[in-house]
């Protein structure tokens, strides 16, 4: 139990234990007296801007970026305040650190990293006492929950129990951009086992050690926890983040309408590129209802991207049937098309007609693979969702660009390794006229005298900002019409539309303002859809502006 001052307020160690409370070096004579710090800290008083100086310098003397993460995790679990301080003051350089691309690495190193407890380990073994663990969370009010079983984990795959370390990382941009309180959030990990060889025989493995529980049981322990939510945290968001796709949209379908929830990889991912792609057919000057797409993957993520943009086609005056005959969507056995018998429902909304593609070259095997879908038509965006590294080759850039004068081409797949080109060859190989947004961090790409910013077509454009919408806006659930508001926000921003050489998304620097703009219109599209209490749109804007926490700390 935590030891009181006769004010009733933490002291001493149990202060600068508690990440936070803690000021550290920045607590003033008065609060050192009163709190019984005397003598535990040096006798110079700091200002957070001081702290968050010797902070950065401390992080520049890691000599790689695992070490980098590892410094800033450590710093988040000493003094919170400080941590998104240092943060939010270098936003593009850290961010990568304690998000894609290096927590990928983090993840498969958790078990030899891990320092500290932090958010929830909700294992199979342990599927009748759920609510109880729940009650174990560190603070009683929590606005947003990121939970992940581990499986699916970027593009290295199934890390077990190491996948907490994507909530966490995940949440901590909740906080930076969209300003929900640190101890407002909770990351959890189901933990179902893992069927990673790698990780079953390493002996400091930390999670439970065994096959992945499958089938009915494995939804059986879903459902469990989702009436532990229901019970314990009835109001809390939760986010669901990198189940497979087998898993991803029936959990999302099964519970969308009992749950104030969504899944970033589905419906995040989807917006995020709805706002990019928005964008980019507006500098084409061209409308969205007259493009060809097509898409290099058909998980959940690429389906998802693709249902949007159907709907936003549909938006722009075509038929559902004129919709769908626009996508060319191609998975790892070919194109979809209606003669294959291997197709998912949501797969088969994506296939084309037989006969559209009858006379089409194919493979011995019968394969109609990406380079022959742009060879045969006239394709304006090509979308990589495949995790395939390479896969977007010179012939396949070169041919498109042929055919189109600034042709969109997103390969967005994560880390850096699985995406389906680098920025600098899309450039060079469209003579710099295409339009490129990648999944991972990218360099600027120098052509001749030009230097071509390249945008980053990342999930924190979208997902923060949801969260800060659902609080400030006090949702019940998340419709897929939030969802197309944030993304049509999201493309209103980019700085391409008043500068050719401007990137397709706004600098990370001024997220957080973005932020504010998105969570606005989507809690205007919360209250036209009867999800969210009605306000007038200048209450609303107050209430996402009081919401946004920013870290400093409190007198």
């Avoid at 947003?144 to 941009?173: C, F, M, N, Y």
């Avoid at 933990?191 to 059986?220: C, I, K, M, Q, S």
């Avoid at 394969?367 to 080759?393: H, K, M, N, P, Y």
């Avoid at 990342?458 to 993304?487: E, K, Q, S």
Wanted: with cysteine; proline share 6%.
């Amino acid at each position: 139990m935590m030891k009181t001052t006769e004010r009733g307020h933490a002291s001493g160690m149990d202060v600068l234990e508690r990440p936070t409370l803690n000021k550290g070096t920045a607590f003033a004579e008065d609060e050192r007296s009163a709190l019984g710090l005397n003598g535990l800290l040096p006798p110079q008083v700091e200002t957070l801007e001081q702290q968050a100086a010797r902070a950065y310098e401390a992080y520049q003397r890691k000599d790689d970026d695992l070490e980098r993460h590892i410094y800033l995790r450590a710093l988040q679990d000493t003094n919170e305040v400080l941590f998104y301080r240092l943060l939010l003051d270098h936003t593009e350089e850290m961010m990568p650190m304690v998000y894609t691309p290096v927590v990928a690495q983090a993840c498969q190193q958790f078990s030899h990293i891990y320092r500290r407890a932090r958010g929830l380990f909700i294992s199979y073994p342990l599927r009748d006492s759920i609510p109880a663990l729940l009650r174990n969370r560190p603070n009683p009010e929590v606005d947003v929950i990121v939970v992940t079983d581990g499986e699916r984990i970027l593009g290295i795959g199934d890390q077990g129990a190491g996948g907490l370390g994507i909530p966490i990382g995940k949440l901590s941009l909740y906080t930076l951009i969209g300003g929900i309180r640190p101890d407002r959030t909770l990351p959890i990990v189901l933990d179902v086992g893992t069927n990673n060889p790698e990780r079953l025989r390493d002996p400091e493995y930390l999670g439970w050690r065994h096959e992945r529980v499958t089938g009915e049981a494995y939804f059986d322990f879903v459902e469990q926890f989702v009436r532990g939510v229901q019970k314990e945290l009835p109001t809390t968001c939760l986010q669901w983040e990198d189940f497979a796709t087998p898993h991803a949209r029936p959990i999302l379908e099964r519970y969308r309408d009992e749950l104030l929830t969504f899944n970033d990889d589905i419906q995040g991912t989807a917006a995020v590129a709805l706002g990019a792609i928005l964008g980019s057919v507006k500098v084409t000057g061209k409308r969205l209802r007259d493009q060809q797409i097509v898409m290099l993957g058909a998980g959940s993520a690429g389906i998802g991207v693709a249902d949007f943009l159907r709907v936003a086609m549909r938006d722009d005056g075509l038929s559902e049937d004129e919709a769908r005959r626009c996508f060319w969507v191609v998975d790892k056995e070919g194109l979809l098309h209606a003669g294959r018998a291997d197709l998912t429902a949501e797969q088969r909304v994506y296939a084309q007609p037989s006969e559209r593609v009858a006379d089409w070259p194919r493979s011995p095997n019968g394969v109609i693979g990406l380079a022959d879908v742009i060879s045969r038509i006239e394709a304006t965006i090509l979308i990589g969702l495949s995790t395939v590294g390479g896969a977007f080759t010179e012939p396949i850039v070169r041919a498109m660009a042929r055919k189109v004068e600034r042709p969109i081409i997103f390969p967005l797949s994560n880390p850096t390794t699985r995406s389906e080109a680098k920025a600098e060859d899309l450039v060079r190989w469209s003579e710099g006229r295409a339009l490129v947004a990648t999944g991972s961090p990218f360099a600027p790409v120098r052509l001749g005298d030009q230097t071509i910013p390249i945008a980053q077509c990342n999930n924190v454009y979208i997902f923060p900002a949801m969260g800060l919408a659902v609080v400030a806006a006090r949702a019940r659930r998340v419709t897929d019409g939030m969802i197309i508001a944030a993304a049509r926000a999201l493309g209103d921003q980019s700085p391409a539309l008043h500068d050719a050489s401007a990137p397709l998304l706004p600098r990370l620097t001024n997220v957080r303002a973005v932020a504010v703009e998105i969570a606005i219109a989507v809690g205007l599209e919360a209250q036209r859809a009867g999800v969210a209490p009605k306000t007038s749109e200048a209450e609303l804007r107050q209430r996402v502006v009081a919401t946004q926490w920013t870290p400093a700390y409190a007198l």
